[in-house]
């Protein structure tokens, strides 16, 4: 590549972010969690049937899935990676962390073209590259990894556009159409974004290639749009939405007739105001120091705890880069208020705030920040005595490098044994056991309550997905879940110990809380802490009832 | 007009508003005394009257209180007020209330000596006038609303003092004193007055007479602040809202005493390079990050500009300052920062160290150990409306949009004053333990007929202070009550019924025995009534007997208290062996 040819600290930035990416990708974190084997599985039975877990032919809507409709397109992705890797956790992570790793190519190239200095653009390819937000969800299969790419690239090509060639805004529209087709958040994030780009860049846009790109993206987005108008399209939306909460509006009618129900009490505590109000709180959420410098998102498969989304000596610099960038004024960054602007709405309208995933996108224009922060800091600097310049560059250095191995050393000795069981650990253990002595049984009962565990029998038992199709027994709950009761010698569910099936060997497998104390279990799993996962009990053992 | 240029009639005019926002209905909003306000006003007329506290200590310099060993300043201050206007919310609110509105002019004073602008000086004033934060703690008896008008005045003296060095005397009285109000000034104080020194390090080089007295004087004040701080009776507040102290379940990172342990023994059992686990799983770096979140959590939109939060705290739907005044504190950053005019870091200063006392203590933000980011976060504000002002006037339809923002304004005010004179007593009257007055008016009307007024455990849903009340309403002759031995509470190992009057008090660590629930209902005077929550103590089962009363809440709908007659619930325990009275 022309580009990257006179530009070897980027190639090192690239390899860094790649290793710090994919090294023991499927080790850690420990296991796969459920929606990653339902994405992992869905696109093994896609790569042998065609079909996925419904035995539906190709979707390219949505994948049914749990009854969460999956956007269809990291299975997808994930296809080629089981076909070459076979089926295995770094297989269903692979494009995660492949994406992942352009994603810091991407930073570089759309801050060089926003700024055009080389030095500024590296330094936010390598905030990207070790920032311990984007490693995290880097590190798993998260759609929203990839939906953060495809969004990227879609401002990319969008500037090319505009200061190249004009084609690129079709490429663009289609990029910021596959990241609809990622991720849920991407579909409100991308129309925003398409329209503010248009708006900034009104005057270089031609419109002939505009119209053409939207033309292309509504038919394509057709398939899409037909799938939101379902219930089932919008079941996800409502489940998440903080619009319905009615404790809002019971509030706002008890406000209105204290004020008699007068005109300005049906303005004033209209339940909008109070939604708005919600939504600016969800929003800004985003931008709480403590999920942004402590201890980042509370779910612990989105960050380890131990340190934020952003490195903590960071903060000062994202105070300066904000100064600069109203200081100086520059054209691109527009850009960079427009994607730190719009990356929290579709988080904002949701019920858990902040959220690593939903505000995904906030990751690049905060470390744009900061590199512009540390660039243009370096500037006054750079014009200091020798001394006075290699102890800025020392401080800075050790800080950043002794905030990496704080984290690096956390992510890999530490976090996988705290956090075993937020990542469902346990279930390869359990299957590959079950396995091993399935033969002296006639049914297997596994206890539901940490997860789900169909799916990690298939993923693991790698059957043939036609099989399963055939023998499978499931219901649809008032939720609009969908709930696996069983397949071949297999159970989910709540059981009794005390009435066994008559004349059947039951192997019982029970979620260590359920436990039967009163039992001795032939097999016990363990997660990573040390604490009882399953305790796997045979009927043979069973005293018999009088 | 010429009037109208002069600053002088915009002051007195934004006065006038602070004044009125402050002083109208007093005693009606926020609705009703809470435990702090009545142990201020009855301990100021039990001093007023008797020299003592409602424990019989004499002129106390730290006041029991509601067994939070409360500081001084406030009671002593409210004593001409009650003295004067007798014993009722006006008298006890008004110190805050005076104090609220003084800041407000003191404002304009230090920032015009400051920056030298009337016209930031008089915004200033302006958005600290009508700070939702300023008139929800001037409006009720909080000490920490005092804690801004000392310390505008000590440090109006002290800049004063950079020209006239006699002006440090009297700033480092105010100072001084100031540490007899609240504890936030116990704290905050080393580090601004350090930062003083710092910031004025030029102009103090030759006046070390004048600053040795300076610290000579706040000495004076300190050292029975730093003998007290060395009992436990002292630190037993401060320990008490310690976070280091008070790990709360689900919050992973305040037991980072147990985390850092865990990972250095993790890393101690497998191959390892010398050092490291000590290293980055040092505690310290854990306390460190624990203070860290508790100081950056108080720059929070969510916390500054959005309702939640502390609800003691809130008026509904408004958060502590106006959603229209980010713009233009994010803007007062900005210019403040970029003009580096004098005084810009004195305004920094303040700001960025208020928080910093509140930073290590349980359920951070907290905008009342934080009550100092005023009125620095509107001195920012108006800073950077002039200057935003400044740069608009000279653009095309500039002024358009200044007319659109100053209406904008004009309207979120608007709804902020509907919302706390007419919605905030209904929905937060919890908040001010509503429902004593109405309650003691009606056992007055009642003494006759019975013998005592039993009080259950719990009755404030705080705690068991229910003999507060009852003497701040019923302005109870401080030296009656403390002929009958004063206040004895139990919660700290005292032993011994605490009753006064026809009054009784019961509570869960004196009453109830740990095999005889049932304890705490024998020996109930026949002919007596008995005050309980709601739901307490069978008080919501089916078949209890019916209250012959019930109180409620100011919006009149969610009952506070049931008043039972005493051999009603004699005759249902007997009737009924299998219950259980149980605090709910």
Redesign the interface.
């Known amino acids: 590549m022309r580009l990257l040819k006179p530009n070897l600290f980027l190639v090192l930035i690239i390899f860094l972010a790649a290793f710090l990416r994919l090294y023991k990708l499927g080790d850690n974190p420990p296991s796969l969690y459920w929606d990653e084997v339902s994405l992992g599985w869905n696109a093994y039975s896609i790569l042998k049937t065609g079909n996925d877990e419904f035995g539906r032919h190709l979707p390219v809507d949505a994948f049914t899935a749990f009854g969460d409709y999956k956007p269809p397109l990291y299975i997808y992705m994930v296809v080629p990676s089981v076909a070459i890797f076979g089926l295995s956790e770094f297989a269903v992570r692979f494009p995660s962390a492949l994406f992942g790793t352009l994603t810091v190519i991407l930073a570089y190239l759309i801050v060089f073209k926003l700024y055009k200095k080389k030095s500024l653009a590296q330094a936010v390819a390598l905030l990207v590259a070790i920032s311990p937000w984007h490693i995290q969800v880097s590190r798993a299969a998260y759609e929203a990894n990839l939906g953060l790419f495809f969004t990227i690239l879609g401002v990319w090509f969008f500037l090319e556009s505009v200061d190249r060639f004009r084609g690129a805004i079709v490429l663009s529209f289609l990029s910021f159409l596959a990241s609809a087709y990622t991720f849920n958040s991407n579909r409100i994030v991308a129309p925003i974004l398409i329209a503010f780009l248009f708006v900034i860049y009104f005057k270089k846009i031609v419109l002939r290639w505009f119209l053409l790109a939207l033309a292309i993206t509504v038919i394509f987005s057709l398939p899409l749009l037909k799938h939101l108008k379902t219930p089932e399209g919008q079941l996800r939306f409502q489940e998440v939405s903080i619009f319905n909460n009615l404790e809002t509006v019971k509030m706002s009618n008890i406000r209105k007739s204290v004020d008699a129900n007068s005109w300005f009490a049906n303005i004033i505590h209209n339940r909008r105001v109070s939604f708005s109000l919600d939504f600016l709180s969800h929003y800004f959420s985003h931008f709480e120091g403590k999920f942004l410098f402590i201890s980042g998102d509370v779910n612990p498969r989105l960050s380890i705890q131990d340190v934020g989304s952003l490195y903590l000596v960071e903060l000062p610099f994202l105070l300066s880069g904000f100064y600069f960038l109203i200081k100086n004024k520059e054209k691109g960054s527009w850009v960079v208020f427009l994607l730190l602007a719009v990356s929290p709405i579709p988080a904002g309208i949701a019920k858990e705030t902040p959220h690593a995933l939903r505000a995904l996108l906030l990751v690049i224009p905060l470390e744009m920040i900061v590199g512009y922060g540390i660039y243009n800091l370096w500037q006054g600097i750079s014009k200091k005595t020798e001394a006075y310049k290699k102890v800025w560059i020392f401080t800075l250095g050790a800080l950043f490098i002794f905030s990496v191995i704080l984290y690096q050393e956390n992510y890999w000795k530490h976090y996988p044994k705290e956090f075993s069981s937020e990542w469902q650990y346990g279930y390869k253990e359990l299957v590959g056991y079950v396995n091993s002595v399935e033969d002296k049984y006639d049914l297997i009962r596994i206890s539901e309550g940490y997860g789900r565990p169909y799916i990690y029998f298939l993923f693991y038992t790698k059957d043939d997905p036609a099989k399963f199709y055939s023998q499978v027994d499931r219901f649809r709950d008032d939720q609009g879940f969908y709930h696996v009761k069983g397949f071949g010698k297999y159970q989910f569910g709540q059981f009794n110990w005390e009435n066994p099936p008559e004349g059947k060997r039951v192997l019982d497998i029970t979620y260590a809380p359920n436990s039967h104390l009163e039992l001795k279990p032939i097999k016990t799993i363990y997660l990573l802490d040390g604490k009882t996962l399953f305790n796997i009990y045979s009927s043979e053992n069973v005293p018999k009832q009088k | 007009m010429k009037i109208f240029k002069k600053h002088t009639f915009w002051l007195v005019l934004i006065i006038a508003l602070a004044s009125f926002l402050r002083l109208w209905r007093l005693d009606k909003n926020p609705p009703s005394a809470n435990w702090d306000e009545s142990s201020i006003g009855w301990n100021a007329y039990s001093i007023l009257k008797t020299g003592r506290d409602d424990f019989g200590q004499f002129l106390p310099l730290s006041f029991r209180s509601n067994d939070d060993y409360k500081t001084p300043l406030y009671f002593y201050l409210d004593v001409p007020f009650v003295k004067v206007l007798g014993l009722n919310l006006w008298s006890v609110r008004l110190p805050s209330a005076l104090s609220g509105i003084a800041s407000v002019y003191l404002t304009f004073v230090l920032v015009n000596l400051l920056f030298a602008k009337q016209k930031i000086a008089l915004l200033s004033a302006l958005f600290l006038a009508i700070s939702p934060w300023s008139i929800h703690f001037s409006r009720g008896a909080l000490e920490a609303n005092l804690t801004i008008f000392f310390n505008l005045v000590a440090t109006i003296f002290f800049i004063k003092g950079l020209k006239n060095p006699r002006y440090f005397v009297l700033s480092a009285v105010v100072f001084g004193l100031s540490l007899f109000n609240y504890l936030i000034p116990r704290y905050f104080l080393p580090f601004y007055i350090g930062g003083l020194f710092i910031l004025y390090r030029k102009e103090l080089v030759n006046k070390k007479v004048a600053i040795s007295i300076f610290v000579v004087i706040f000495l004076i004040f300190a050292i029975p602040i730093v003998k007290n701080l060395l009992t436990p009776s002292g630190q037993i507040r401060s320990l008490g809202v310690s976070i280091f102290n008070n790990p709360s379940k689900g919050d ?2 305040s037991f980072y005493r147990d985390i850092s342990a865990q ?1 250095i023994q ?2 101690l059992s ?1 191959p390892h390079p010398p050092k ?1 686990p000590e290293i ?1 799983h040092n505690r310290r770096y854990y306390a460190l ?1 624990l203070v ?2 508790g ?3 108080h ?4 916390y500054l ?4 939060g502390i609800l003691v705290y809130q008026t ?2 408004f958060g502590l300052m106006y ?1 229209s005044e980010f713009p233009l504190i994010v803007a007062g950053l ?1 210019f403040l ?2 003009k580096k005019e004098a005084g810009w870091k004195l305004v920094l200063l303040w700001l960025l160290i208020a928080p910093l006392v509140a930073a290590p203590t349980t359920s951070t933000p907290h905008a009342s150990r934080s009550i100092l980011m005023l009125p620095m976060l509107q001195v920012v504000t108006a800073y950077g409306a002039s200057h935003l002002y400044t740069v608009l006037r000279k653009q095309k339809l500039g002024i358009v949009l200044v007319g659109t923002f100053i209406l904008v304004f004009a309207l979120n005010f608007s ?1 902020y004053v ?1 919302q706390y004179f ?2 905030y007593p ?1 929905e937060f009257s919890f908040y001010w333990q509503y429902g004593y007055e109405d309650l003691t008016k009606y056992l007055n009307e009642n003494r006759k007929g019975y013998r005592k007024f039993i009080f259950l455990p719990k009755i404030t849903r705080l705690t068991d202070h229910a003999h507060i009340f009852l003497l701040f309403y019923n302005k109870y002759d401080p030296a009656t009550y403390l002929a009958s031995g004063g206040t004895k509470l139990c919660d700290f190992g005292l032993t011994g019924r605490f009753s006064f009057d026809k009054y009784e008090f019961k509570t869960e660590v004196c009453d109830f025995k740990k095999n005889d629930k049932l304890d705490i209902f024998r020996g109930f005077e026949p002919d007596s009534l008995v005050i309980a929550n709601p739901d307490d103590y069978g008080g919501g089962l089916l078949g209890f007997p019916a209250p012959v009363k019930t109180f409620y809440l100011y919006d009149s709908s969610t009952p506070v208290f049931k008043v039972y007659r005493s051999d009603d619930i004699m005759e249902y325990v007997q009737t009924h062996p299998e219950f259980v009275p149980k605090p709910v």
């Open positions: 992973r990172l990972k993790e890393d497998s490291l980055i990050l860290l979140r100081y950056l959590s720059f929070d939109f969510n500009f959005l309702p939640g509904p739907e959603l900005y920062i970029k709804f509907h007419v919605h209904r």
